[in-house]
């Protein structure tokens, strides 16, 4: 077993954003093969259920995946066959620091709970300063769809929660997610953000 970070890359507005996703594998580290499949896997999931909630201005454009529970193992990096994917809604961006937070907590020890701020999305999915259920839900399913990536591959991944070390080098502790249903709060979050152009 080996626990694998999973990165989402995104660009919105001249900014880069990030959303980090931890697993764990079920029989064995996936392929590069399977890698290629789990990029296209993650791209479809955004098509299916977010798309139309999307800004036109935001855009999905690989991931970032490497071992974590050894230090120093190198990152890599995977891109989607069909190229980049860009949300279709084309009304006006929320402001670039406000998210949707959508969480996960599985009744088990700690660390038992994950975290997702997914930027990106439009006033038109915003009423009153609230999110608008049906954006709520199309968020909700497309978490539930990423707790379980290359199930129809060899070497399933599934979603945990996972703590770092001390030194930060090495994830030491962890607790599978993958059965826990995903909850978006309804008031918008502060995503956390870096200057423009001082890395990411």
């Keep these: 077993m080996a626990i694998f970070q999973v990165v989402h890359k995104q660009r919105w507005l001249l900014q880069e954003i990030r959303n980090v996703y931890y697993y764990e594998t079920i029989t064995g580290n996936p392929a590069t093969s399977e890698w290629d499949d789990i990029v296209d896997e993650i791209r479809a999931d955004y098509v299916a259920e977010l798309s139309t909630d999307l800004s036109t201005n935001w855009e999905f454009y690989g991931i970032d995946f490497r071992q974590v529970d050894v230090s120093g193992l190198p990152s890599f990096s995977a891109i989607p066959t069909l190229g ?37 999305l439009t006033e038109d999915g915003n009423n009153l300063s609230l999110w608008k259920s049906g954006v709520m839900g199309s968020a909700e399913t497309f978490i539930d769809l ?55």
Excluded at 86 to 113: F, Y
Excluded at 163 to 184: E, K, L, Q
């Design 84 to 120: 980049i994917f860009a949300g279709t809604d084309v009304a006006d961006d929320v402001p670039t620091q406000v998210a949707m937070l959508i969480s996960v907590k599985e009744n088990t020890t700690a660390p038992n709970h994950v975290r997702t701020y997914l930027a990106g």
């Design 146 to 200: 990423q707790s379980v990536l290359n199930a129809a591959g060899a070497n399933e991944l599934q979603r945990v929660s996972a703590r770092w070390n001390t030194a930060h080098d090495a994830v030491t502790a962890f607790n599978n997610v993958a059965g826990a249903a995903a909850v978006a709060s309804q008031v918008p979050a502060t995503q956390r953000r870096r200057r423009i152009g001082i890395g990411i």
